[in-house]
């Protein structure tokens, strides 16, 4: 039996939250014919298509020491990713000491572009202090900290189907969004081949920079209609998003805001390319892959 046959890896959020990066990670895994154990907090019809496809479905919270010593039991290397909600540094615990018991060698973390011990928002700095705990371990770790998410763009579908615009308090800071899928393969091999990745930070980003009103036009160009980008006061945007997020998610959002009127998120690197084995998606691609959300 070869060491590769050996390896069991355990898919934390493979029912797709957070970029759905977990989802795509347990399938890519499973398109390698690689064994994977995919920790739900749920089984819904998301859980039973990656349980058709071979992957052995755990169900449990992330928080339940009790249920993620379950999951761990046997395996070799794993992958942690958790929502944007309360509990991160709970769960970023209960996953390393779990881990550390089971003898895991190697996890990839998710954790932001702004996780940093001086950045405004306690929520970022949540991040960083649970990169700080997965280092401590002594188990072999990987951190991503990617940029947006273009899947986020999602969240503005009915507002460009219904007013052309997209209204967000980013000034003209620049970013470059990447898709999920193209973070997904970083991560597949990484853990895969981890021992070159061991120790390191890597940011994935997409293959191109750029303020949201030139994602506006992009999206003009591929829908065939005018896009508008509306530059919202922070605070005006904040009480719109009271309807839709908790206070927790609120705080950082509006921080993530300022950093990008500040431009610190303008950063874009070849991870993808280098790492992920395939240049990543166009922002103009994935609109066209979702045009019927997008269109009228």
């Not at 060698?105 to 405004?120: G, K, L, Y």
């Not at 994935?204 to 065939?224: C, D, H, K, N, Q």
Request: proline share 5%.
């Amino acid at each position: 039996m070869t060491q590769d046959s050996m390896t069991r890896f355990l898919i934390a959020g493979a029912s797709g939250r957070h970029g759905a990066t977990g989802n795509h990670v347990a399938r890519q895994l499973l398109d390698r014919k690689l064994p994977v154990r995919a920790f739900v907090f749920r089984a819904d019809h998301r859980s039973e298509q990656l349980e058709a496809l071979g992957a052995e479905v755990v169900v449990g919270d992330l928080a339940d020491i009790a249920a993620v010593r379950r999951a761990m039991h046997g395996i070799t290397r794993a992958y942690f990713v958790y929502p944007l909600e309360e509990g991160l540094l709970e769960a970023i615990t209960v996953f390393a000491a779990a881990a550390k018991e089971a003898g895991v060698e190697f996890i990839v973390n998710m954790s932001q572009i702004t996780a940093r011990a001086d950045f405004p928002s306690k929520v970022a700095r949540h991040y960083w202090l649970g990169e700080r705990i997965f280092d401590w371990t002594g188990i072999g770790v990987t951190h991503l900290q990617p940029t947006l998410f273009l899947e986020n763009l999602l969240v503005f579908a009915e507002a460009i189907r219904n007013e052309s615009k997209i209204f967000l308090p980013y000034g003209q800071g620049k970013s470059a969004p990447v898709c999920a899928e193209d973070v997904a393969r970083v991560i597949v091999n990484v853990l895969v081949k981890p021992a070159p990745h061991q120790g390191k930070t890597y940011v994935p980003t997409g293959s191109r920079s750029m303020t949201m009103s030139e994602m506006a036009a992009i999206f003009g160009r591929v829908l065939g209609k005018p896009i508008e980008y509306v530059d919202v006061p922070i605070a005006h945007w904040t009480q719109a998003l009271a309807q839709l997020r908790t206070p927790y998610q609120i705080e950082y959002l509006s921080r993530v805001a300022e950093a990008h009127q500040r431009d610190e998120l303008d950063v874009q690197t070849d991870i993808v390319s280098r790492i992920g084995g395939a240049p990543p998606k166009s922002p103009d691609a994935f609109v066209a892959e979702n045009r019927a959300v997008f269109s009228d």
